[in-house]
């Protein structure tokens, strides 16, 4: 049966149809299989799939460059957009401290005209004192985290394509071992693979989340300091 998208469908049969016989499998998969699973834009992606196969490493993918960890889980590969996640997050904790580093003395007068407690006062100060002791270390550490950052997202930028092709074939593979009929076995890979926007929503409320805990982290620390 077809999908309920006739243009994923026409990509589909276009790509499995057009592309030259030699090539008619993908490290020992069949390209029927990796369309179907790939189903959005398999039009683009397969051409690259079959570079891969014959060696190829690097093709530039622009979204995976600007936005890592939402394309990873908009191609549902969720255990490589966690861990992008997390990475980046981690990164993020250098930068954090270098910021309230710097904004801290200015937002102690605030306080002071609002009325916080003395204790409250004592612990932000005390704490902005830690701080400035090691404003060299915090800027350097800023710095490399904010380089690292960039690499991370320009390797996955060059690499993105390829890492989705490995992820393919994995679940391709396993797929294509159940025993069912090849409708359903087309339907199957459809369902696991493609694209889900939902799954790119759920991605962003997760790493709201996942701030909003870091925050509320630093500032315990503050006030256990």
């Not at 800023?142 to 930028?157: D, K």
Request: one cysteine or more; hydrophobic letters at 50%.
């Amino acid at each position: 049966p077809a999908s309920t998208n006739l243009g994923d469908d026409m990509q589909t049969l276009a790509a499995s149809r057009l592309l030259p016989r030699v090539d008619r499998t993908l490290d020992g998969e069949r390209l029927e299989d990796v369309a179907n699973f790939v189903e959005q834009n398999n039009l683009y992606y397969l051409p690259k799939f079959l570079r891969f196969s014959k060696g190829g490493r690097i093709s530039l993918n622009f979204p995976c460059l600007l936005f890592p960890q939402y394309y990873l889980a908009y191609r549902k590969m969720w255990a490589a957009a966690l861990i992008v996640m997390g990475i980046m997050l981690l990164l993020k904790i250098p930068q954090s401290l270098q910021q309230m580093q710097i904004l801290l003395p200015d937002y102690l007068p605030t306080l002071r005209q609002t009325g916080a407690p003395a204790e409250l006062l004592q612990t932000f100060q005390a704490f902005s004192s830690r701080l400035d002791a090691h404003e060299t270390l915090l800027y350097n550490a800023a710095m490399i985290s904010s380089y690292l950052e960039i690499i991370i997202s320009i390797l996955l930028g060059l690499f993105g394509n390829r890492l989705y092709y490995r992820f393919v074939l994995r679940k391709v593979h396993k797929l294509v071992q159940e025993d069912v009929s090849p409708d359903m076995k087309r339907r199957r890979l459809r369902q696991e693979g493609g694209v889900n926007g939902w799954f790119l929503v759920a991605m962003l409320g997760i790493q709201m989340g996942a701030s909003i805990i870091f925050s509320l982290i630093m500032m315990l620390v503050i006030l256990l300091s």
